[in-house]
């Protein structure tokens, strides 16, 4: 069973404002993912993260980034947030050698 | 560009009306292939990863099932809380990222 921790879990916030989603995970894993998911769509990647220091822009363009200082911590931040950052965001990690990808409960963003 | 293309999108079956769930993808070289489960509101639930053709797993009332170019989710009997939106997603050999390539899931209800 996958420990992996998402805060806050929903979020409604006014436009131009300063965002900062948590993710946390408690198995040591070096692997973490930022996925985003829009009602009915698709989970695109948009960050990822091999370990500490390590951030890379995943296959979905997003203006949010992300840093990773600690192993078990790989938050996202929006600087500016906008009506169309209104969304699902899903946190995942894995072990380096298992491929499958545990999945964070999710945090669901509506700007205002 | 990979792609996972599932079918059908949604699909209502009665209790015990066994079902198939398909996944065809294109992918340039397949590392693996997953099967999670996602309840409303929730993270995906990992269920399956497949690696090569011929390859099957089960679980409880699902087995999985891969070929060359699609994958079978066959439900045998469901119940009412198998209910949930079932996502197939893949993970190429090369590439930049890691991440997963996920089709937009097939949403299943089991009425009692």
């Known amino acids: 069973e996958a420990d992996i921790y998402q805060t806050p879990r929903y979020l409604v916030i006014g436009t131009g404002k300063k965002i900062t989603l948590e993710c946390s995970q408690t198995?040591?894993?070096?692997?973490m993912y930022w996925y985003q998911q829009d009602p009915g769509m698709e989970l695109h990647l948009i960050h990822y993260?091999?370990?500490?220091?390590?951030?890379e822009k995943g296959d979905l363009s997003s203006e949010s980034t992300v840093s990773r200082i600690r192993t078990e911590h790989f938050p996202l931040t929006l600087e500016s947030a906008r009506p169309s950052h209104t969304s699902q965001y899903l946190c995942?990690?894995?072990?380096?050698?298992?491929?499958?990808?545990?999945f964070g409960p999710g945090t669901r963003l509506t700007v205002t | 560009e990979d792609q996972v293309t599932q079918s059908p999108e949604a699909l209502r079956l009665q209790e015990g009306e066994s079902s198939s769930l398909n996944c065809s993808y294109t992918?340039?070289?397949?590392?693996?292939l997953f099967w999670y489960r996602q309840d409303p509101g929730k993270g995906p639930e990992f269920l399956f990863t497949?690696?090569?053709a011929g390859e099957e797993k089960e679980k409880e009332r699902l087995k999985a099932t891969l070929t060359k170019k699609e994958s079978f989710l066959h439900i045998t009997a469901p119940k009412p809380e198998d209910s949930a939106t079932y996502l197939c997603?893949?993970?190429?050999?090369?590439?930049?990222?890691?991440?997963?390539?996920f089709g937009k899931g097939t949403h299943l209800i089991i009425q009692p």
């Open positions: 997603a893949v993970q190429a050999v090369e590439g930049g990222a890691d991440g997963l390539t």
């Open positions: 995942a990690s894995r072990t380096g050698t298992g491929n499958e990808q545990y």
């Open positions: 198995m040591g894993h070096d692997k």
């Open positions: 993260s091999y370990g500490v220091n390590s951030t």
């Open positions: 497949l690696y090569s």
């Open positions: 992918v340039s070289g397949l590392r693996g």
